[in-house]
Protein backbone atom coordinates (compact mmCIF):
# COMPACT_ATOMS: atom_id res chain seq x y z
CA UNK A 1 0.00 0.00 0.00
CA UNK A 2 1.63 3.62 -1.29
CA UNK A 3 1.33 6.45 1.07
CA UNK A 4 1.85 9.81 0.42
CA UNK A 5 2.80 12.90 2.75
CA UNK A 6 3.06 16.59 1.73
CA UNK A 7 5.99 17.83 1.71
CA UNK A 8 6.41 21.85 1.66
CA UNK A 9 7.56 22.28 -1.81
CA UNK A 10 4.16 20.87 -2.07
CA UNK A 11 2.54 23.46 -0.05
CA UNK A 12 2.97 26.31 -1.66
CA UNK A 13 1.12 25.87 -5.10
CA UNK A 14 -1.64 24.09 -3.00
CA UNK A 15 -1.97 27.41 -0.71
CA UNK A 16 -1.84 29.53 -3.88
CA UNK A 17 -4.15 27.56 -5.84
CA UNK A 18 -6.72 27.52 -2.75
CA UNK A 19 -6.41 31.58 -2.24
CA UNK A 20 -6.89 31.96 -6.22
CA UNK A 21 -10.10 29.90 -6.04
CA UNK A 22 -11.55 31.78 -2.77
CA UNK A 23 -10.79 35.77 -4.51
CA UNK A 24 -12.59 33.95 -7.38
CA UNK A 25 -15.34 32.50 -5.83
CA UNK A 26 -15.54 35.37 -3.84
CA UNK A 27 -15.76 38.30 -6.88
CA UNK A 28 -18.29 35.56 -8.45
CA UNK A 29 -20.56 35.35 -5.45
CA UNK A 30 -20.61 39.06 -5.02
CA UNK A 31 -21.20 39.64 -8.69
CA UNK A 32 -24.14 37.50 -8.97
CA UNK A 33 -25.90 39.02 -5.31
CA UNK A 34 -25.06 42.88 -6.71
CA UNK A 35 -26.89 41.57 -9.97
CA UNK A 36 -29.66 39.74 -8.15
CA UNK A 37 -30.03 43.13 -6.28
CA UNK A 38 -30.21 45.67 -8.95
CA UNK A 39 -31.93 43.78 -11.80
CA UNK A 40 -34.74 45.58 -11.31
CA UNK A 41 -33.13 49.14 -10.65
CA UNK A 42 -33.56 52.05 -12.85
CA UNK A 43 -30.78 52.61 -15.28
CA UNK A 44 -29.01 55.94 -16.28
CA UNK A 45 -26.40 57.09 -18.17
CA UNK A 46 -23.22 57.76 -16.59
CA UNK A 47 -19.50 58.24 -17.25
CA UNK A 48 -16.01 56.86 -15.88
CA UNK A 49 -14.40 59.60 -14.66
CA UNK A 50 -11.34 58.36 -12.64
CA UNK A 51 -9.62 54.74 -12.71
CA UNK A 52 -6.83 53.22 -10.38
CA UNK A 53 -4.77 49.82 -9.89
CA UNK A 54 -3.67 48.57 -6.70
CA UNK A 55 -1.50 45.39 -6.78
CA UNK A 56 -2.18 43.67 -3.61
CA UNK A 57 0.21 40.80 -2.70
CA UNK A 58 -0.20 37.66 -0.01
CA UNK A 59 2.32 35.33 1.24
CA UNK A 60 1.67 32.85 -2.08
CA UNK A 61 1.51 35.65 -4.64
CA UNK A 62 0.24 38.99 -6.01
CA UNK A 63 -2.84 39.82 -7.39
CA UNK A 64 -4.61 43.48 -8.84
CA UNK A 65 -7.68 45.48 -8.32
CA UNK A 66 -8.41 47.77 -11.45
CA UNK A 67 -10.92 50.32 -9.66
CA UNK A 68 -13.06 52.64 -11.98
CA UNK A 69 -15.11 55.84 -10.39
CA UNK A 70 -17.87 56.86 -12.04
CA UNK A 71 -20.49 59.80 -11.88
CA UNK A 72 -24.16 59.84 -12.73
CA UNK A 73 -27.15 61.34 -12.54
CA UNK A 74 -30.96 60.92 -11.18
CA UNK A 75 -33.00 63.23 -11.23
CA UNK A 76 -31.32 65.97 -11.84
CA UNK A 77 -28.59 65.17 -9.06
CA UNK A 78 -25.11 63.94 -9.31
CA UNK A 79 -24.19 60.65 -7.62
CA UNK A 80 -21.00 59.04 -8.12
CA UNK A 81 -19.96 55.14 -7.32
CA UNK A 82 -16.87 52.40 -7.74
CA UNK A 83 -16.43 49.14 -8.79
CA UNK A 84 -13.83 47.21 -8.78
CA UNK A 85 -11.97 44.21 -10.48
CA UNK A 86 -9.70 41.51 -9.67
CA UNK A 87 -6.87 41.17 -12.31
CA UNK A 88 -4.01 38.43 -12.28
CA UNK A 89 -1.70 40.49 -14.26
CA UNK A 90 -1.11 43.95 -14.06
CA UNK A 91 -1.22 44.93 -17.74
CA UNK A 92 -4.58 43.35 -17.97
CA UNK A 93 -5.64 45.58 -14.70
CA UNK A 94 -4.21 48.85 -16.66
CA UNK A 95 -5.86 47.82 -19.58
CA UNK A 96 -9.11 47.55 -18.44
CA UNK A 97 -8.61 50.94 -16.46
CA UNK A 98 -7.23 53.01 -19.54
CA UNK A 99 -10.24 51.42 -21.71
CA UNK A 100 -12.75 52.31 -19.68
CA UNK A 101 -11.51 56.11 -18.72
CA UNK A 102 -13.95 58.37 -20.06
CA UNK A 103 -15.87 56.27 -21.38
CA UNK A 104 -20.00 56.32 -21.16
CA UNK A 105 -21.53 53.77 -18.61
CA UNK A 106 -25.36 52.18 -17.98
CA UNK A 107 -25.39 52.86 -14.36
CA UNK A 108 -28.55 51.03 -11.97
CA UNK A 109 -29.21 53.24 -8.99
CA UNK A 110 -31.70 52.17 -6.00
CA UNK A 111 -35.27 54.26 -6.80
CA UNK A 112 -35.21 54.73 -3.09
CA UNK A 113 -31.54 55.32 -2.47
CA UNK A 114 -30.56 56.76 -5.65
CA UNK A 115 -26.69 57.41 -4.00
CA UNK A 116 -26.91 53.33 -4.29
CA UNK A 117 -25.60 52.10 -7.97
CA UNK A 118 -24.21 49.15 -9.66
CA UNK A 119 -22.41 49.08 -12.75
CA UNK A 120 -23.84 45.80 -14.41
CA UNK A 121 -20.98 44.00 -17.19
CA UNK A 122 -24.68 42.75 -19.14
CA UNK A 123 -25.86 46.67 -19.37
CA UNK A 124 -22.52 47.52 -20.92
CA UNK A 125 -22.75 47.75 -25.15
CA UNK A 126 -20.06 44.89 -25.75
CA UNK A 127 -20.04 43.79 -21.90
CA UNK A 128 -16.54 44.61 -20.32
CA UNK A 129 -13.40 44.90 -22.51
CA UNK A 130 -10.88 42.17 -21.92
Do not use: C
Amino acid sequence: MATYSISGEDVFPILFLAAVVLLTFRALAWNYAKRLLAGGWATSQGTVEFGSVEERRTRYGKYYIARIDYSYSVNSEYYSGSRERLFFRESSADRFVGTMKGKMVFVRSNPNHPDRSALLKEDQPGGWPA
